[in-house]
């Protein structure tokens, strides 16, 4: 930070002599100084809520009507990218620490103004970076994202292929060649679309684009979905993709006629059942508000809606009456929102909200009244009326969010305690990281001292072996004879207790030894159950990773060079990585399916149907095994809407030609309700426990 920029500064202390002091001071040495003094938690509260700060100094003083943990405190409240000088009154070096320790950026005794000018520059120069990296992270997902706008707007049909296969296509490529979803065309050679007397050209314009790296434009006869046949003029040119080299086809037909660009533009950005703004819309209008933030502009709140007990309302709605409920639920909360809050449909019960200059206390009363709103409809379902309640997820959009996703999984995280509370749903709640930060701090964190023990253990634990393989049968419903195990991991402690992954996933993968860990379980795996089938026994096994299988480009090529010593046949070894993994690396983990398929491999996703949308993340995976999370399976054998929730999800998942695995069977009840459900597998404590030995007795299943 240039000493010509305004520095606005925060000083909590109780001496307004001394505040007046230090503004003098740093006048003196060139800063432009806009200065607020506050002398209670109250005040700091307000000044944060008001404006972007540059620093925050804090003297600690006997005088002193708070603790400079509350100050630290709020400014985790506000969610702030502030940095905190706290100035000791003592001489105490301990005092340092302790002060580091609270949560300040760096602290200093008092009298120090020498090294108090240099810390202070160095902060200040550190939070310049931070927002410059911030706003060129913006500026390139703005660009990105107008690309991409201009691809999915364009009039022309644009495609990205590679290798001759379809990895992108617009919505005019889509609707040219007669297909409903650009998916359809994922696996469709780009030859297949045109017709056999246009093939021997198009090799030919295929080769002279591989020489000359471009084309020119050129006839074809495309064939559409239905088997018609039009004529286009087709153009070729070197392209990049996520990335990825690749070449880009533009086919363009003669002008028709048809709605306007404008007419065209606001049908595309609204919902067809509830008339708000549909995703993508309310997608480029937070990347906006974010951007707006970040320069310092006006915030926003940002809101998340979710429809409490989905499943009943469908079942009482009926397919048809369920669009009457939605439509019913956008105008409850059009009605409790300005005109100018963007309101939108951005998930099947799932709706947003993104509202310019709200007070974290507006915005607290605003989402309570959404929630009152819901709970107040009495919505239309044709003839019936169906009761509901929703959670109201909060978060503000200010200087420091980092993006549009990092504001997403904020309200995730909102949603979650709702439904996480006692009774779930039907709540509002306002993101505050303090919470967060509590619970992380009591599942234990890689700086404490029992932490650093369990990662000593585990880093021994690789090294000489020691860690422990437990394996439970995952048995078939459909009368398979094969058997089949999970492979769980547990750390021995230095008192003989085995520890559960629970217990030390979290921090290997902190720590970045979860690709350690990977590789030793699946070595280790895949030795026992060679062992297996050296006996004559017909096993395979399901090994589970962390999310650093899907990061670390030098996994799969060591995994193929381990599969090939062990001369395993095909689909003995599913891989299988859980949900919320796949759904913050969705692209690693699609790649990752996409080359396990070649090594003869099979790929599993576990813990599924936590998330808001499970089904739209599973379109993007190549996975063959989907296991349940085992919440879906309480209250199973005594709510009837849960076993009907259950066989719907199934039946999904078999329609999309998933094989499901059903875990924590626990009572001869719940099994008699599975066998009923279409599931595929089932394990559980009840069937079989987890055991340091393949010795479970199949017998063909149930």
């Known amino acids: 930070m240039n000493n010509s920029e305004p520095l606005h500064l925060i000083i909590a202390d109780p001496s307004q002599n001394e505040a007046e002091e230090l503004v003098s001071e740093l006048r003196n040495a060139g800063f432009a100084t806009r ?34 943990a509350e100050v630290v405190g709020c400014v985790r409240r506000a969610d702030q990218d502030l940095p905190i000088l706290l100035v000791e009154n003592g001489t105490e070096l301990d005092r340092l620490t302790a002060g580091l320790q609270l949560g300040a950026t760096d602290v200093l005794l008092e009298g120090e103004e020498e090294r108090f000018m240099l810390v202070l520059r ?86 002279q684009f591989d020489l000359e790296e471009a084309s020119e434009g050129f006839p074809i006869e495309g064939v559409r979905r239905d088997g018609s046949v039009f004529v286009a003029d087709m ?40 008339g708000l703004f549909n995703r993508p819309y309310f997608i480029e209008a937070l990347e906006a508000a974010v951007e707006e933030a970040e320069q310092g502009e006006v915030g926003s709140a940002l809101f998340q809606i979710e429809l409490d007990d989905a499943g009943r309302i469908r079942r009482e709605a009926g397919l048809s009456g369920m669009d009457d409920v939605l439509r019913d639920v956008g105008m409850a909360l059009a009605e409790v929102c300005d005109e100018d809050t963007v309101l939108a449909r951005i998930g099947d019960e799932t709706f947003a909200g993104l509202a310019r200059d709200l007070t974290r206390d507006a915005a607290a009363a605003l989402a309570e009244r959404m929630r009152a709103a819901l709970e107040d409809l009495l919505a239309s379902a044709g003839e019936r009326t169906v009761r509901l309640t929703g959670s109201v997820g909060v978060t503000l959009v200010h200087e420091h969010t980092a993006g549009v996703q990092a504001a997403l999984d904020q309200l995730q995280r909102c949603i979650g305690r709702l439904r996480d509370s006692d009774p779930p749903g039907n709540g509002a709640y306002v993101f505050d990281p303090a919470d967060f930060a509590a619970a992380k701090d009591q599942s234990g964190d890689a700086s404490d001292e029992r932490s650093q023990e369990i990662l000593r253990l585990l880093a021994e634990g690789i090294k000489t072996n020691a860690l422990v393989l437990l394996f439970q049968p995952i048995i078939s419903l459909r009368g398979e004879a094969r058997e089949h195990y999970e492979v769980y991991l547990r750390l021995p402690d230095a008192d003989g207790n085995l520890l559960r992954p629970d217990e030390f996933i979290g921090l290997a993968e902190q720590a970045g030894m979860g690709g350690r860990v990977d590789r030793w379980v699946v070595l280790n795996a895949i030795k026992r159950v060679s062992q297996q089938r050296a006996e004559g026994r017909d096993t395979r096994v399901t090994i589970n990773l962390t999310h650093a299988a899907l990061t670390d480009d030098s996994f799969l090529p060591w995994l193929r060079v381990a599969l090939k010593a062990a001369k395993l046949p095909k689909e003995v070894v599913i891989l299988q990585y859980s949900e919320q993994a796949a759904e913050t690396y969705l692209k690693q983990a699609r790649a990752f399916g996409e080359a396990i398929a070649e090594l003869d491999c099979r790929v599993g996703i576990s813990h599924f149907g936590c998330s ?36 719907s999800m199934i039946q999904d998942l078999e329609g999309l030609g998933k094989t499901t695995v059903v875990p924590m069977v626990s009572t001869a009840n719940v099994l008699a309700t599975l066998f009923s459900s279409g599931a595929n597998y089932v394990q559980g404590n009840y069937l079989g426990e987890p055991t340091p030995d393949m010795d479970f007795e199949f017998e063909g299943g149930f």
């Open 35 to 68: 200065a607020q003094h506050v002398n209670s938690v109250a005040a700091l509260e307000e000044a944060l809520g008001r404006q972007r700060w540059d620093l925050l100094v804090c003297r600690r003083d006997s005088e002193m009507t708070y603790d400079p």
């Open 122 to 207: 160095r902060e200040l120069d550190n939070l310049a970076q931070r927002r410059g990296r911030r706003q060129a992270e913006l500026a390139m997902q703005e660009s990105e994202r107008r690309n991409q706008l201009l691809l999915d707007t364009s009039s022309s049909a644009i495609a990205y292929v590679h290798e001759g296969m379809h990895i992108y296509v617009n919505r005019a490529y889509t609707e040219l060649f007669g297909y409903d979803d650009a998916d359809d065309l994922a696996a469709m050679p780009l030859l297949d679309m045109i017709t056999e007397g246009f093939h021997d050209d198009f090799k030919h314009r295929l080769k």
């Open 235 to 274: 153009s070729l040119s070197v392209a990049a993709y996520d990335g990825e080299p690749c070449m880009q086809v533009l086919i363009r037909q003669e002008a028709q006629e048809g709605p306007s660009a404008e007419e065209i533009a606001q049908l595309r950005a609204r919902d067809a059942v509830t």
């Open 612 to 647: 808001v949308n499970p089904f739209g993340t599973l379109r993007h995976l190549n996975v063959d095994f989907v296991k349940l999370d085992g919440s879906i399976l309480q209250e199973l054998d005594s709510v009837p809407e849960k076993q009907d929730d259950l066989r």
